[in-house]
T-cell receptor, first 115, second 115 residues
């Protein structure tokens, strides 16, 4: 079965610093990959997604992610973090061909931003 | 497009009581999903509807859980004889039919606390 691993439970960065959140997936074929952000007590907002084509995808709020098949990774990056980016970030995968196209999520990485 | 609405936002109930949650998806979305998120975890798939048909259920969905989507519009999730382990955030998401690959729009969730 497909799975998603987010190795970092909690990351703290200074405002203005760069950010990289790691995501590894386990699936034989090319998966469809997503990053979502969740503010406390809120639902999930889609940051970006990868289906095929260019392996570097741009998302909202200045985020980007790079799909690396050789490393089974889909890491999220931002060149300069803002205090408002403090939230929890979830990587997710959808298995193509499954009728429901359900998302399988990682356990999330909580981002704290130091002023 | 008013997004995905969930009601109530918070529910506190005594163990053994029944609870019902409602989800109103984006009107043109025919796919609707329920997820459960416990503290420190990513959301986990519960069940999926295409129009009014419930096409997939997770093994997490015990016999005490039932979901409906009459007329293919709003959906309800009922939990009978609630247990403390049911305490979680219940998230609803919707997506366009074939275009479910284009992302899922999540509601803000219903947080259930069983005391």
């Amino acid at each position: 079965a497909q799975s998603v691993t987010q190795p970092d439970i909690h990351i703290t960065v200074s405002e203005g610093a760069s950010l990289e959140l790691r995501c590894n997936y386990s699936y034989g074929a090319t998966p469809y990959l997503f990053w979502y952000v969740q503010s406390p007590g809120q639902g999930l907002q889609l940051l970006l997604k990868y289906f095929s084509g260019d392996t570097l995808v741009q998302g909202i709020k200045g985020f980007e992610a790079e799909f690396k098949r050789s490393q089974s990774s889909f890491n999220l990056r931002k060149p300069s973090v803002h205090w408002s980016d403090a939230a929890e970030y979830f990587c997710a995968v959808v298995v193509s061909g499954a009728g429901s196209y359900q998302l399988t999520f990682g356990k999330g990485t909580k981002l704290s931003v130091i002023p | 497009d008013t997004g995905v609405s969930q009601d109530p936002r918070h529910k506190i109930t005594k163990r053994g009581q029944n609870v019902t949650f409602r989800c109103d998806p984006i009107s043109e979305h025919n796919r609707l999903y329920w997820y459960r998120q416990t503290l420190g975890q990513g959301p986990e798939f519960l069940t999926y509807f295409q129009n009014e048909a419930q096409l997939e259920k997770s093994r997490l969905l015990s016999d005490r859980f039932s979901a409906e989507r009459p007329k293919g519009s709003f959906s309800t999730l009922e939990i009978q004889r609630t247990e403390q382990g049911d305490s979680a955030m219940y998230l609803c998401a919707s997506s366009p039919g074939v275009a479910s690959l284009y992302g899922y729009t999540f509601g803000s969730g219903t947080r259930l606390t069983v005391v």
